[in-house]
C-alpha cells in the first residue's frame, strides 16, 4: 500500500469514528421513551422573563378564553377572585387554565382593582399529573422551587395560593372535573395549608377545605352584589355572607 493509499485509509476511518461519536451523543441525549422527566433548571427559562400579556387576543389569531384565579387583597382574609385570560387556541384543559395562571402577569388595571397573585413570582410549573391508583379527578401539581424576584426563595406556598391553584382547574367549562390536589415543590411531596386544615402529603385538597377564601359563588356562600361598576372588567365587588 502506497503512502498516499495509507493516508486516506486513515482518514476514512477517522470520519466513521467522528460519525459513531455523533451518533452515540444524540442517543444518549434524548430519551427512547415517554417517561415524564425533570427539566435540567440549568436550561430552564426564568418565569419572570416568560411572562406574558394574556387580556386581549393577538389579531387574526383563533384564541380560547380560560378563567383564572387571583386574590383580592382588600379583603381581610383575600378572596379567590376570577378573571379571564386568552390564549392561543388550545384545549380547555385544567393544566391549560393552570399554565394561564403561572404564566400570564396580572394587569395593571387588575393591580388597580386591589388585585394580585401570592404565587412567588418566579416559580415554575413543572406538571399536573394523574395520580396512578387514585380513582378519576385526583391530580399532582409538579412546582420547581418556590422563587420570588431575584431567586430568593420563599419558605412554603401561602395557603391563599393554594386556593388560586384550586379554584383555577375547578373553573367551569374546563374539560376534565377535578376533585382534589396534591403537591410536589422541588421532587419533594409537601403538606399545604388550606382555610380549614393543613393537608399532610399523602392526603387530597379539596373544596370543602376552603371557607374564608372561596370565591363568592362557590357553594356554602351567599353573594350580595354591592356595586355593579367593578375596577376590573369582569370582576364584580362583594360582600360576602358565609353559609353556615
Known amino acids: 500500500m502506497t503512502v498516499m493509499n495509507r493516508r486516506r485509509a486513515a482518514a ?10 455523533v451518533v452515540l451523543d444524540a442517543a444518549c441525549s434524548v430519551p ?36 383564572v384565579y387571583l386574590v383580592n387583597a382588600e379583603n381581610e382574609p383575600p378572596v379567590a377572585t376570577p378573571v379571564d385570560r386568552v390564549l392561543p387556541q388550545s384545549d380547555a384543559t385544567p ?25 412567588p413570582e418566579e416559580t415554575q410549573l413543572l406538571g399536573f399529573e394523574t395520580i396512578v ?9 409538579r412546582l420547581g422551587p418556590l422563587q420570588n424576584r ?10 391563599a395560593a393554594v386556593a388560586q391553584i384550586f379554584f383555577t382547574v375547578t373553573a367551569p367549562g374546563l374539560t376534565e372535573e377535578v376533585k382534589g390536589l396534591r403537591f410536589s415543590i422541588d421532587g419533594r411531596a409537601v403538606a399545604v395549608n388550606t382555610d ?14 376552603f371557607l374564608s377564601s372561596s370565591p363568592p359563588n362557590s357553594p356554602g356562600n351567599r353573594t350580595t352584589v354591592t356595586n355593579a361598576t367593578a375596577a376590573v372588567p369582569g370582576v364584580e365587588r362583594t360582600t360576602t355572607t358565609r353559609g353556615s
Request: hydrophobic share 40%; aromatic share 4%.
Open 196 to 209: 380549614r386544615r393543613t393537608v399532610s402529603q399523602s392526603d387530597f385538597v379539596k373544596r370543602d377545605d
Open 133 to 141: 391508583g387514585a380513582e378519576p379527578g385526583y391530580y399532582l401539581v
Open 12 to 21: 476514512l476511518r477517522l470520519t466513521a469514528l467522528a460519525v459513531v461519536v
Open 95 to 119: 393544566r391549560a387554565a393552570l399554565e394561564a395562571l403561572f404564566r400570564c402577569r396580572v394587569t395593571t388595571e387588575e393591580t388597580g382593582g386591589g388585585l394580585a397573585t401570592v404565587i
Open 32 to 67: 427512547s421513551d415517554n417517561e415524564a422527566r425533570a427539566i435540567d433548571p440549568t436550561r430552564m427559562v426564568r418565569a419572570s422573563s416568560n411572562k406574558i400579556n394574556c387580556a386581549s387576543p393577538g389579531v387574526d389569531l383563533p384564541s380560547i378564553k380560560l378563567r
Open 150 to 159: 431575584g431567586s430568593k426563595k420563599a419558605d412554603d406556598l401561602d395557603k
